[in-house]
């Protein structure tokens, strides 16, 4: 139910649009920087006498349309922001907007106090829920569709307003739940992995008490606050192996890639206790400390000596722990999140989740148990096919290698997935770069296949030159042979044309058994040179940074024949309201007037009438810069 009082205002029940609301988002500007974008502010005679007194006129309903406006037509599928009315009280403006035959409300609640400081309420709602995904909206695992026009549209509207107002502040956003919800089961399982993996990695090789280890003391110390506190929670698994399940993650990682394990004794020699004699002689402060520490002598290095040969590749694996704990900490403490960092955190925790699966398999392969033995050996005696027998051999052979020697003779799929890690690593390097940038557009990452096809990766454009395309290309080949040598070639093209590429090469090693010491003896070492790669990405940024957009060779050349010859300048000496950058065009034979040259972003700009300079809507009146309209009023 919904009354109108005399001054047109609809008074509603504001809960009854929450129960309905199925997505919401909620934003707060805060202190405006011009508060006559609300009010316009007149002298009037005062009626008690004396000097002349302001008069305030609301104003601000004008201002919302006159913002939205600049918003219309960039999103796709939005043609308009219909104003409702004024509900419930004053300046608590109401607009709807139809996309997709879907119902957006925008309410905008604004605040002033004493006509100097304000803050205005932007709160989204969507009362429909979206059961098919439509014109670009993305489908979760469960079924469940992400609005992506939604997204667009929350960002659009405070890119919109947020020059005129200091502070931004995020209050509510459903669909950053959703997409946090949907990461959360993924990260749990991979976080549970990592740790079953490293317990009995470690239990394995140093023993069931290795936290008691010489080096481990401030570990032990640490998981022993945790576990009281475990067993206190859940006391029917108080008899377990709580070790890693107590600590944090930034702790186990610790212990894994950095922590060493120390000789028993420390060894000092003359020397030792000469320097420790002179020291204590001159009142040093832990003289004994400061020297046993330097003179300890590493038993083990964890990662190095226990971990690190179960890893394909050692960087991948540190980038991608890395990565996953900031991930991890994002989704846990509740912070933004949208589509696109949803899909690399999603990117990263598969990633992981196989890297962590793959090293599993490499220590259970590795140390083969004599019950395995004993079943591949009655597998051969009952089948009595060469093939077979010889398939076998290559399987045991390999087996052996990998297991006696560290080095591991990859099948196809094996090297196969190598590549894909390293054009994957590409992707997101990349997409750390220039997925946000406003200046360019890039593709989502392409499933590369297991052919020796070419393929392309991703793709990225120039927002302001729509033509301008680079594409990256990748093309393998496989040979999984002891000795055998695969490429993985990775290219740059434009309109079809290869403008530079490199070579990655992947070399199996062999091995053969000594038949009198019944031992493995290597002949040649499994290697992957990527060396080229750091140059291939160099070039590629250098590639898309300068020569992508044709424009800002063009752009230079206008400035310089300006600044030699009196030309006009091709630019405004104004900052693009997207990117930053000053390309606002200024010269309808440059550019389309008030286009950004670097990101194609549109600027409401306009040139002074007296003093010929450029300035941004809301610096002026529709005639005068901010300066000059300051300088009317003084000589007025």
């Known amino acids: 139910m919904s009354l109108t009082d005399s001054y047109g ?139 992506i026009f939604l997204e667009q549209l929350k960002i659009a509207i405070k890119n919109a307003f947020k020059k005129d107002w200091a502070v931004c502040s995020w209050i509510t956003d459903e669909q950053s739940e959703q997409l946090c919800s949907h990461l959360y089961p993924g990260i749990f399982k991979v976080e549970n992995k990592i740790r079953a993996f490293a317990n009995k990695i470690l239990v394995h090789h140093i023993g069931k008490d290795w936290i008691k280890q010489y080096g481990m003391e401030k570990y032990e110390e640490s998981h022993k606050s945790l576990s009281v506190d475990f067993k206190r929670k859940v006391p029917c698994f108080a008899d377990i192996d709580d070790t890693f399940i107590s600590m944090t993650m930034e702790t186990m990682m610790e212990v894994i890639l950095k922590a060493n394990i120390y000789e028993d004794e420390i060894v000092l020699n003359q020397s030792d206790m000469a320097k420790l004699h002179q020291e204590i002689a001159v009142g040093a402060a832990n003289p004994l400390l400061e020297l046993m520490r330097n003179r300890r002598k590493v038993k083990t290095d964890i990662w190095n000596d226990i971990f690190k040969q179960y890893f394909e590749d050692e960087e991948s694996a540190k980038s991608n722990i890395k990565d996953f704990i900031k991930n991890r900490n994002h989704v846990a403490h509740n912070k933004l999140l949208n589509w696109s960092g949803y899909q690399v955190m999603k990117q990263n925790i598969e990633q ?13 392969e590795s140390i083969p148990s004599e019950e395995q033995y004993m079943t591949w050996n009655i597998g051969v005696e009952e089948d009595e096919s060469e093939a077979a027998r010889r398939e076998w051999e290559r399987y045991y052979l390999r087996l052996r290698i990998s297991g ?95 403008i530079f590429r490199t070579v990655l090469e992947y070399h199996n090693g062999s091995g053969m058994e000594d038949t009198f010491e019944g031992k493995i003896v290597l002949n040649s070492e499994s290697y992957y040179d990527t060396e080229e790669l750091d140059e291939f990405k160099d070039e590629l940024k250098d590639y898309i940074e300068e020569k992508l957009n044709p424009l800002i060779f063009k752009k230079e050349s206008l400035e310089y024949t300006a600044a030699t010859s009196g030309g006009a300048e091709p630019v405004a000496d104004i900052p693009c309201m997207e990117c930053g950058k000053y390309g606002i065009s200024i010269s309808e034979d440059f550019y389309p007037l008030g286009r950004c040259c670097y990101c194609g972003e549109e600027n409401y700009i306009k040139q002074c009438q007296r003093c010929g300079k450029w300035y941004e809507d809301g610096d002026g009146n529709d005639t005068v810069c901010a300066e000059c309209l300051e300088k009317v009023m003084e000589e007025w």
């Open 404 to 498: 006696e020697t560290g080095v591991e003779i990859r099948e196809e799929e094996g090297i196969y997935e190598l590549f894909s890690e390293t054009l994957g690593e590409l992707y997101n390097e990349f997409s750390d770069i220039y997925y946000f940038d406003p200046q360019f557009a890039m593709s989502k990452k392409s499933d590369i296949a297991m052919t020796e096809e070419e393929q392309v990766l991703f793709s990225i454009r120039s927002n302001a030159v729509k033509t301008a395309v680079v594409e990256v290309v990748a093309d393998m080949t496989f040979d999984s042979d002891m000795d055998g040598d695969s490429s993985l070639y990775i290219s740059c093209r434009r309109d079809g044309t290869e």
């Open 352 to 364: 992981l989740d196989s890297i962590i699966e793959k090293a599993n398999h490499s220590f259970e």
């Open 9 to 147: 205002i609809m008074y509603v029940d504001k809960y009854r649009y929450q129960e309905e609301s199925d997505m919401k988002i909620e934003f707060l500007f805060s202190e405006i920087k011009d508060i006559e974008k609300l009010y316009q502010i007149d002298l009037i005679d005062n009626p008690f006498g004396g000097a002349e007194c302001p008069s305030y006129t609301y104003i601000g309903k004008e201002y919302l349309q006159n913002k939205l406006k600049t918003i219309e037509g960039n999103l796709p599928g939005l043609n308009e922001f219909i104003y409702q009315q004024c509900f419930g009280r004053i300046a608590n403006e109401v607009f709807v907007v139809v996309v997709n035959d879907i119902y957006y409300e925008l309410i905008f609640t604004i605040d002033t106090y004493q006509y100097k400081k304000a803050r205005m309420k932007v709160s989204i709602e969507r009362p429909e829920k979206l059961d098919v995904a439509i014109f670009g909206n993305q489908v979760l695992a469960d079924g469940e569709v992400y609005d």
